[in-house]
């Protein structure tokens, strides 16, 4: 072979090697780029979600200490701070929903829950003192995720009062399936 041509060969093969290269790293830089984005616009996105579910739990803080608990029984009709309370609850609920990954709705959505079960808790001024337990333990864990510290465990309050409302309501399951009057559980202090 002609010494012109394997030097224009091994030019040609270099050429393509070097383009190769070169297309490789573009693709790599533009993919690992794509990720970053990615990755970054979902912390922004998880950070407008759990600053919204916060600020709606501060609201609703601020509504249980300016409501003055009626002195009668609970009614069927809600109060109006019960209305208001259910809101901000379920305003919390869809922010977590945004939340990325599974960790703090996991944390949060059974305080959560619970806190929508405040009937279960019994007279006026008990459901208004366990709603703020409840908004208090989803206030620590949505600050720890913050600041990006491990997730709290539910405080032993919170474990308390779903035992509490856990028994109270077998309590009445029973005593339906039994036929029974229902139980008198007002005068208990959760």
């Known amino acids: 072979m002609n010494a012109d041509i ?11 090697i070097g383009a190769g290269s070169s297309i490789g ?7 690992y780029q794509s990720k970053q984005a990615d990755t970054a616009r979902l912390r922004e996105l998880g950070q407008v979600a759990t600053d919204t579910a916060l600020s709606e739990l501060i609201k609703l803080h601020d509504l249980l200490d ?6 009668d029984t609970p009614a069927v009709e ?10 901000h609850l379920r305003n919390v609920e869809l922010a977590l929903l945004r939340v990325p990954g599974d960790a703090v709705y996991a944390r949060v959505a059974p305080t959560l829950r619970l806190a929508k079960e405040y009937r279960w808790a019994g007279p006026w001024h008990v459901q208004i ?3 703020r337990i409840m ?16 997730l709290p465990p539910p405080s032993k309050q919170v474990k308390h009062i779903r035992a509490e409302v856990d028994r109270r309501k ?16 007002e005068a208990d202090d959760t």
Do not use: C, Y
């Not at 030097?7 to 040609?12: I, K, Q, R, Y």
């Not at 790293?25 to 993919?31: E, F, L």
């Not at 809600?78 to 809101?87: C, L, S």
């Not at 908004?135 to 491990?150: F, K, P, T, W």
């Open 135 to 150: 908004v208090d333990d989803m206030v620590d864990a949505l600050s720890a995720h913050i600041r990006a510290d491990a």
């Open 78 to 87: 809600p109060e109006p701070w019960e209305q208001q309370a259910k809101i």
């Open 6 to 16: 394997v030097t224009a060969l091994v030019a040609f093969g270099g050429a393509i």
């Open 25 to 31: 790293a573009a693709w790599w830089t533009q993919r």
């Open 170 to 185: 077998t309590a009445e399951a029973n005593a339906f399936l039994m036929g029974e009057p229902e139980p008198d559980d």
């Open 66 to 71: 300016s409501t003055t608990p009626p002195t």
């Open 129 to 131: 003192q366990m709603m």
